[in-house]
């Protein structure tokens, strides 16, 4: 038999079967692709389809994790990123994703929804303003959010911006077991952290007790007076009657190593729609972005009860610089260690602008985290040029100081003033706003010339154990309290 016969008595099967596989192509293949975008995902998270191995010798291993993360972060997790080569750059970078608490101020971009969120913050004529440039002025929805706006108004009063509260958190605990380990560090875990848990209830507790987030430049601004002079001037908020003013921070924002391996998330990133939020290596070595700290929760309760924040205000990050910014290990001590220097810093950038953009404020909490009334004057000097020098650029200007153990320069207000060597450093440095810690009262602010000094109150484990009835007014720490936080708190 010749080959040409051989051909044609077996064409109808070579037919079938190359009709067989077309099919199972053009079927399967995009399934599979649907397979690897929706594949399970705990709830809130997304995962990095990439393992990052750990290596074997343990005394690396944590650095060679936050390496390589840091690698994949700063080159491949964002494809928008990659299709925009211009979003490299902090002060180019401005608004690249939509976020609800984002204003909008072109005519051409006048979104109905973001007027709609706008009015639930109490951002009543800027609401107003845009809605009366809308195109479509016929669109039933606005007439009934002209009439919000005026309802709106017309419930406000002028507070008290002096009678506010100010909360502070360090890093959340996102996994008790790793936390409460019984290793060196639980005890101190279990006196000045908070879980992610107990955050998600303090929320709660807040907002249903009328609490309403305000920014630091809410409260007070510096204003020049007829001569010249810098004055910090109280801010006009107007909220509903039974509104309290609340101000959040959150301290060390840095992630800084010995929390790895403890239950903690390790940076704060930007997600695939360019929206901060934080990863973590879970136990199989993969990085994991989710909820697991303050900012992306706090984003997320806002954006479902946006009336718990006056006029977008979120809450101010406070850095220290020796470990780096948000979990990137910047400084410049890691120029020899860390070889992804420049897309951490980057990428550092990149999220600061980010948290900026939607909110959020930065301050300073020294560079090597040091105890203001107990260096000399030279260290002290040192201490804020450094943080100047490496974690200013990363995050921009700010003016608030937060003082590192809660301790200032001196306890007294009186030594506020340019006699002072420290304050005419802080204030030469741009600081105008400075906040200790102080549970004795729920209101603490004093505005005086041209500056501002309040006290913060700790939402943490030790606080909630040993002095719930400082902060009754605030929450219920017997039902904040996490089940799986050891008690006692240990005592300090
Ligand atoms: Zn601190």
Redesign the pocket.
Known sequence: MDSKNKTITFLPLIIIIFTVVVLIVVIEVPKIFSKTQSKDKPAGAFLIDKVIFTNDSSDSAGKQIEQQASSIDASNTNPEELQNPSADSVSNNPTEQPDLTEISTGVENINLDEIETMIKMYDYDRALELLEKYPDQNDERVAGLTLDIKNGKNNTVLKNSLENTHIFFHSLIYNTSKAFDDDYKAAGYNQFMTTCLEFDRILEQLYERNYVLVAMHDLAKLETDENGKQVMVPGEIYLPENKKLLVLSV??VNYYEYMEEDGFANKLVLDQNGKVTCSMINDQGMTVLGNYDVVPILDQFIENHPDFSYRGAKGILALTGYEGALGYRTDERYKDTNPNLDADIAEAKKVAQALRDTGWEFAS?SWG?VKMNAITLENFQQDADRWEKNILPIIGETDIMIY?FGAPFSWSIDDYNYDNQHFAYLKQKGFDYFCTVDCSRYYTTSIRDDFLLQGRINLDGYRMYYNPELIEDLIDPDYVLDEARPLPVPPL
Do not use: G, I, K
Request: net charge negative; proline share 20%.
């Open positions: 301290d060390d909490h985290h590192p």
